[in-house]
């Protein structure tokens, strides 16, 4: 089973709403990742937890807050966010350090919409 | 820092017939991965095969392959047989094989239409 799951799949929200994003895994995977993608782009990377400890930020804005509240769960909080921030957020996970771990399966995505 | 070239933004196939999308990558490690994702209209992001650099023998799942030329830095996608469900875009994508790393490189995408 290689099935990472988020939610909700759209999100509607104005530039002073508070929401987050969710995504969860059941496969025992100690890496999980959120990407951002715009329309006709490929995904750009903004955070990567490793072992539940937050190792990688892509100099993103402080609007996004990532937590990872257990092995299983990755949240990304939104908070004033620009029309500019609307996109596909995908979420990602992997096991580093096993064989063929490397290997970076996807959740189908949150569309996000802000006005 | 590592680049992926995709050097087609858009192709089209008969259904039934073979098509391959190109990919190069530009880089100074010896030891990597290589991977080819398609994300269909419904936007998940799904794998289709993955190749580890420091083996020759190029990766084959069912109708989909790849040619890989180390020296050359190239990683085409060969796909057999296409079928309508094929239609997606294609991304090529380059990982360091670092303990710790986790950073994929993505090309810009190939955008193929299987046509019936």
């Known amino acids: 089973d290689t099935e990472v799951t988020q939610t909700p799949k759209h999100l509607v929200m104005g530039m002073t709403n508070k929401k987050s994003l969710k995504c969860e895994q059941h496969m025992g995977h100690r890496?999980?990742?959120?990407?951002?993608?715009?329309?006709?782009?490929?995904?750009?990377?903004?955070?990567?937890?490793?072992?539940?400890?937050?190792?990688?930020?892509?100099?993103?804005?402080?609007?996004?807050?990532p937590e990872c509240p257990n092995s299983s769960l990755l949240n990304l909080h939104l908070h004033a966010l620009q029309p500019?921030?609307?996109?596909?957020?995908?979420?990602?996970s992997s096991s580093p350090g096993l064989a063929g771990g490397d290997t970076q399966y996807f959740g189908p995505g949150t569309r996000l919409t802000v006005l | 820092a590592q680049t992926v070239t995709q050097s087609q933004p858009e192709m089209s196939v008969q259904e039934a017939e073979?098509?391959?999308?190109?990919?190069?990558?530009?880089?100074?490690?010896?030891?990597?991965?290589?991977?080819?994702?398609?994300?269909?209209?419904?936007?998940?992001?799904?794998l289709v095969i993955r190749q580890e650099a420091y083996k020759q023998q190029n990766a084959t799942e069912n109708r989909f392959s790849v040619n890989f030329q180390k020296a050359a830095k190239s990683f085409s996608l060969k796909i057999s047989d296409s079928q309508l469900g094929?239609?997606?875009?294609?991304?090529?994508?380059?990982?360091k094989a670092l303990a710790g790393s986790y950073q994929l490189t993505f090309g810009k995408g190939t955008k193929l239409s299987v046509i019936p």
């Open chain 2, 86 to 95: 094929d239609t997606a875009m294609y991304f090529c994508a380059f990982m």
């Open chain 2, 18 to 46: 073979t098509v391959t999308l190109s990919c190069t990558y530009d880089t100074s490690e010896s030891n990597y991965y290589l991977f080819w994702y398609k994300q269909p209209p419904s936007r998940q992001m799904i």
């Open chain 1, 31 to 65: 890496a999980m990742y959120w990407y951002k993608q715009k329309a006709k782009k490929p995904p750009e990377l903004m955070f990567v937890y490793s072992y539940e400890k937050l190792s990688i930020n892509e100099s993103v804005p402080s609007r996004f807050s």
């Open chain 1, 84 to 92: 500019e921030d609307s996109a596909l957020y995908l979420c990602a």
